[in-house]
């Protein structure tokens, strides 16, 4: 039983992804291609052409851990890593998709991943909150998953294109995460308790990680022309809310066909 | 909290998401997938990975994951 629920959350999540990879390929990856021509060119004027730092310091993270070798394997991504698909194209070994796979390829499989991911994630809070998908239910899930994983981070970090200029990618990696966990939280305190204080606290799990601040580039000179990038944080934010709301409604069409007579 | 009690909260969360898991089966399938979904989100948009990051570049951004 518990591997059925599980099956159906993926099942929803590998639908979700196909439909998001038409979705990408129609309105997002071109801008992302468009945006590589101008990555590589140099910024008029400056010498360091690209947006993010060239070199920087470790945080505090890596520096003082009581688990260095832990620390390290959990870190999320090192400068060295940073931009490699540029790096590739101008002839590093490093990298690479994986399996020789084409770059359309790679784009379907983690769009796969990413979808059935997200299809758990989905599911496992719709179970611990009693809550599930449903047909009801499904596009208010699918709704709030796209408020709190997209819409709301955006606000402090918006979706960037390849050769924005961005603050240290670790940082901003860490106050993603906590922007969509505690964007989750408030929705859900929002969402499903009737008690004024937790309405009240939801929103104030919702503001608190701008209050904070999303980590921000010292410098925002970029190669790459603004139109693009407007149109690119549109283009995304709307084929991820169409994604989450394929999901919640497959989801819940799902959970409401196969789930319910087990 | 009575034992009558706890056994009507029990059957009214079961009723209410018309799954047919207990409690307990519910509580260990909801932390397994979101185990399992935190670890594949993870590894698709975050993980310190040159060719996890190459293969998934473009969902990465199109996702609004930071990346670069």
Request: glycine share 12%; proline share 6%; hydrophobic share 50%.
């Amino acid at each position: 039983m518990i591997v059925k629920t599980l099956l159906a959350a993926i099942c929803a999540g590998l639908i979700a992804g196909s439909f998001m990879t038409a979705a990408q390929e129609l309105r997002v990856v071109p801008l992302i291609l468009e945006a590589e021509t101008y990555e590589t060119a140099p910024l008029p004027g400056a010498p360091e052409a690209e947006g993010y730092p060239a070199a920087h310091e470790h945080s505090s993270r890596a520096g003082g851990s009581l688990f260095p070798s832990l620390a390290s394997a959990l870190q999320l991504v090192t400068p060295a890593y940073a931009h490699e698909s540029a790096g590739q194209e101008a002839g590093h070994a490093d990298g690479g998709i994986m399996f020789g796979l084409s770059r359309f390829s790679g784009t379907l499989i983690a769009n796969l991943v990413t979808g059935a991911g997200f299809g758990l994630l989905l599911a496992g809070l719709g179970l611990v909150t009693s809550t599930p998908p449903t047909m009801r239910n499904g596009l208010v899930w699918g709704a709030l998953g796209w408020l709190s994983v997209h819409m709301l981070p955006a606000l402090g970090l918006p979706p960037e294109l390849p050769g924005f200029p961005a603050g240290d990618l670790g940082d901003r990696q860490i106050w993603w995460l906590m922007a969509t966990v505690l964007s989750a939280l408030g929705l859900g305190l929002i969402a499903l308790r009737k008690e004024i204080w937790a309405k009240a606290a939801g929103l104030g799990l919702l503001a608190l990680p701008h209050l904070y601040g999303a980590p921000q580039p010292g410098d925002l000179a970029s190669p790459v022309p603004a139109v693009l990038g407007a149109e690119f944080a549109v283009a995304a934010l709307a084929t991820t809310l169409a994604f989450w709301l394929v999901l919640g409604a497959v989801s819940g069409a799902i959970n409401d066909r196969f789930l319910n007579t087990a | 909290m009575s034992h009558a009690a706890i056994t009507e909260v029990v059957m009214a969360v079961t009723n209410a998401s018309g799954v047919s898991l207990s409690l307990n089966d519910r509580m260990i399938a909801g932390f397994l997938s979101l185990f399992i979904g935190a670890f594949l989100v993870f590894g698709a948009g975050l993980a310190n990975s040159s060719v996890l990051h190459d293969t998934a570049h473009d969902v990465r951004h199109s996702f609004g994951f930071p990346c670069h």
